[in-house]
């Protein structure tokens, strides 16, 4: 498996503009979890997906941000509009099982997103 | 909510030493306690991992001890090689939201040749 595998890596936008951020997590797991890391704050789980239903979103900052995931094998995270302080690197993840207790969280390559 | 205190925020050893990471939490619920490694511009990956019910945990040279009476847990790397060089996260979560992770501020450790 080529892990979990985010999209695009890089993206640099202006602020007010629509940022879409996406994620497919390995095969077979169950959770899918949305991260934001900044060096102010650190790693902050954002939401978190079991079989494709939204579980705990109490992490997400606020109305601009929302997060989908149709099936299995995808994700997505949206900022609109985005804003400067937006500008973190977002992390997707995913695990089989409760990540701690029987899954280990697999993390993606993340997304750094640049908001001008 | 729980919050993770980890220290120091940057370490430099020599090669060969020994590097101790050292966390706080504040929440009696947490019972398993993660430690990921994030090497420059990479992912963050489970190096070792620890539950409530056992004090110490060892893999090679790597080495963690929990004490829950002061809740605190620590990351112990011997024989530090220049390849362990990266930032080092711990974590905790509770019994009873286990998928909920809350990380420390991470440590960036500097393994000098």
């Known amino acids: 498996d080529a892990g979990v595998i985010q999209s695009p890596r890089h993206e640099v936008t202006e602020m007010g503009q629509e940022v879409t951020l996406r994620c497919k997590p390995i095969s077979g797991h169950d959770y899918l979890f949305w991260y934001r890391q900044t060096m102010m704050r650190g790693l902050e789980l954002l939401i978190y997906?079991?079989?494709?239903?939204?579980?705990?979103d109490s992490g997400m900052p606020e109305d601009r941000f929302s997060a989908k995931m149709p099936n299995a094998s995808f994700s997505t995270l949206k900022i609109q509009p985005s804003e400067p302080r937006d500008s973190a690197v977002y992390f997707c993840a995913s695990s089989f099982g409760l990540a701690g207790v029987a899954g280990e969280l697999f993390f993606g390559e993340g997304s750094r997103l640049t908001v001008l | 909510g729980e919050n993770v205190e980890q220290h120091p925020s940057t370490l430099s050893v020599q090669e060969g030493d020994s590097a101790v990471i050292k966390c706080t939490y504040s929440?009696?619920?947490?019972?398993?306690f993660p430690w990921y490694k994030q090497e420059l511009g990479k992912r963050p990956q489970l190096i070792i991992d620890i539950r409530s019910n056992v004090g110490e945990k060892k893999d090679q040279r790597i080495a963690v001890t929990l004490n829950k009476t002061a809740k605190h847990f620590s990351l112990h790397i011997t024989e530090t090689q220049p390849e362990d060089s990266a930032v080092y996260f711990c974590?905790?979560?509770?019994?009873?939201?286990?998928?909920?992770?809350?990380f420390g501020s991470g440590t960036k450790l500097n393994v000098k040749p």
């Open positions: 929440d009696s619920a947490s019972n398993y």
């Open positions: 997906f079991n079989n494709n239903v939204p579980i705990d």
């Open positions: 974590a905790a979560s509770m019994i009873f939201n286990f998928n909920k992770f809350y």
